[in-house]
């Protein structure tokens, strides 16, 4: 999904719509989400996205395959507040 707004584009891996908000889902692996520069990055979509009433959850990629469990109860948490 694209996040649009005042000319700027913002990509999301997922979002899911609710009644009373939006959350962006974003699954980042260490590799590309482990520098400075991305984590700096991250930082900014990220505020970027809140200022515009996202809530964002970030999932990394070791919580994803060890404890995809728990990524879904935090998910379904986010959307039980929303909905």
Do not use: M
């Not at 694209?2 to 997922?14: I, N, P, T, Y």
């Not at 590309?32 to 991250?42: G, L, T």
């Not at 515009?52 to 379904?76: F, M, N, Q, T, Y």
């Amino acid at each position: 999904h694209h996040v649009l707004s005042g000319g700027k584009r913002c990509r999301l891996d997922f979002a899911v719509f609710c009644r009373q908000g939006s959350i962006a889902i974003e699954c980042d692996n260490k590799k590309a989400h482990s520098s400075v520069r991305q984590r700096k990055k991250d930082k900014v979509k990220n505020t970027y996205l809140r200022r515009r009433g996202w809530v964002v959850i970030r999932l990394p990629e070791h919580d994803i395959v060890s404890d995809l469990g728990g990524c879904i109860a935090r998910i379904k948490k986010a959307v039980r507040k929303l909905d």
